[in-house]
């Protein structure tokens, strides 16, 4: 059988009308985070920081603050979806269709990367009120964008399948991703950690990500973006098999 | 000629051990009305769901028309409408896009599967309703718009899962009628259901479910013939004690 393309087209009308029930959670909220992250850490605080790498420290933690939004918001959006529509159980519409199950995973892949795309294009019009905006590369920033927002897009439909209550489905995010996030160069360079602790910055996959994402904005880098590349593309193809194979042995899909 | 259903030897055992269908086989022909009957925990609802795809069968085979429905689940998926017991809806949905999104999952162009809502609005009486979210509809409208997403597609072999529980009497009426000329029209229905009368009425064939497997099967002409009718029947088969009135 070929690609059911209506189907798949209309995964991504349901879920992108399940988001705009709760525009202001979804977009909102990450605006005003970001905000208060730029003005805060990017005006008030950077302004008594001298430059790095030549840059603005506004500048400098943008990209920061960008990537861990894009990464809260596909991480929610997959996570969300896949244990809500289990816990209301109509998960099975899907179930009992002719949908394969790369047409599953890759309608709710495509509705994270727009609500990215979308969290990301307001926090840049933010960024600009306060001259911080810049974008050295454009198709390595898309790169990113897309990139980062498929892997944890991804990994929240691991968690979506996994989690049997709400807290389950928020314990990654707290004690994982927004810790790694912060420790992973968002606020600093590697050389600013101490030498015993460098090593943990280049052992955190978000460290490649916001490293990535700075330099296709701003041109610094801690560290050879060929290498954050290749683990992005690599967590990506990974993710896709793991999550392609849990929906085919029906893992928290099927009884 | 080939079954519309043809389960071989299902076999279910969920993660925490129980047995949900021990050995079950049947098969049913095409433009048959089959009932399926069984006390609560027999295996009914787990057997739909292994043919359905909401559930993974443990051992057995399942074909729909021919078309393994495992091996070729999408081509056998096509085959088949379910309206399931449960009601598992996206509850802050209207109705009309509950039954509208199905029609796209089943890959009806728009075109197509607007005429298709349209028409099934009209028929279970849900146009006032369509704009109405499921949570808040009535129980009985709630499971007009199961029946309505069950047929969206069209399907050549509809299961039913206890599909007038909560119905009020003019609605099961309504029903009947539209399901007896949808069988007239060739169209295989497997129905479950708790209401004995509606099975006499509707089905030509039946089998009776417990403990997991089928305990007695055969027509219905041949059930309601025997002493004290399809209830004395099936109260049976299925190990129940008979009371005054059944006997």
Redesign the interface.
């Known amino acids: ?1 070929g690609v ?4 798949l ?3 991504i ?2 879920e992108w ?2 988001l705009m ?1 709760v525009p202001v959670q979804a977009f909102v909220a990450p605006w005003i985070s970001a905000t208060l992250f730029i003005f805060v850490f990017g005006f008030v605080v950077g302004r008594r920081i001298s430059l790095i790498g030549g840059h603005r420290y506004i500048e400098f933690v943008l990209p920061g603050i960008l990537m861990v939004n894009i990464v809260n918001a596909a991480f929610l959006q997959s996570s969300s979806q896949i244990y809500f ?1 289990r816990f ?3 998960i ?9 199950y790369a047409e599953m995973i890759a309608g709710v892949i495509a509705v994270v990367v727009a609500r990215s795309v979308i969290t990301g294009i307001g926090i840049l019009v933010i960024a600009t009120a306060f001259g911080a905006t810049s974008i050295a590369s454009l198709p390595e920033f898309l790169f990113w964008i897309a990139a980062v927002a498929m892997v944890f897009g991804l990994l929240g439909i691991v968690i979506g399948l996994w989690a049997n209550n709400f807290e389950q489905l928020n314990i990654l995010n707290v004690f994982i991703i927004t810790p790694l996030s912060f420790v992973g160069g968002m606020f600093n360079t590697v050389a600013m950690l101490p030498g015993w602790l460098r090593w943990l910055a280049y052992a955190n996959p978000l460290f490649y990500f916001i490293n990535g994402l700075r330099h296709a904005m701003i041109g610094y880098t801690d560290a050879n973006e060929f290498i954050g590349i290749g683990v992005a593309v690599a967590l990506a193809v990974v993710m896709s098999l793991a999550v392609w194979r849990l929906y085919a ?2 893992y928290g899909l ?2 | 000629m080939t079954p519309a259903l043809s389960v071989s030897h299902l076999r279910k055992v969920y993660k925490s051990g129980t047995v949900g269908v021990s050995d079950l086989s049947l098969a049913i022909a095409p433009g048959d009305f089959f009932g399926f009957l069984g006390p609560n925990g027999a295996g009914k609802s787990t057997t739909i769901h292994c043919v359905t795809g909401i559930a993974n069968p443990t051992s057995g085979t399942i074909e729909i028309f021919g078309v393994d429905a495992v091996k070729r689940y999408r081509e056998a998926r096509r085959l088949v409408g379910l309206s399931p017991q449960e009601f598992n809806v996206d509850t802050f949905a209207v109705a009309r896009d509950i039954v509208d999104w199905m029609g796209g999952y089943f890959g009806m162009n728009a075109g197509a599967r607007r005429a298709r809502v349209d028409m099934l609005l009209e028929k279970f009486d849900l146009v006032r309703h369509a704009k109405k979210k499921f949570r808040e509809l009535s129980g009985g409208l709630k499971r007009r718009v199961m029946l309505a997403r069950a047929m969206v597609n069209d399907p050549p072999l509809l299961i039913l899962d206890e599909p007038t529980a909560g119905v009020d009497v003019e609605l099961r009426r309504d029903l009947w009628r539209y399901l007896t000329e949808l069988n007239a029209e060739g169209k295989t229905i497997l129905l479950t259901s708790h209401y004995l009368e509606e099975v006499e009425r509707l089905c030509r064939n039946i089998a009776i479910v417990a403990n997991g497997c089928i305990v007695r099967r055969g027509s219905k002409d041949e059930l309601v013939q025997e002493p004290g009718g399809l209830e004395a029947a099936y109260l049976r088969a299925t190990g129940a004690e008979c009371d005054h009135v059944a006997a």
């Open positions: 059988m059911n393309w209506i189907g087209w209309t995964i009308r349901r009308s399940r029930r529509s209301l159980r109509y099975e519409e899907a179930l009992v269709a002719p949908l394969s042995i029906g099927r009884e």
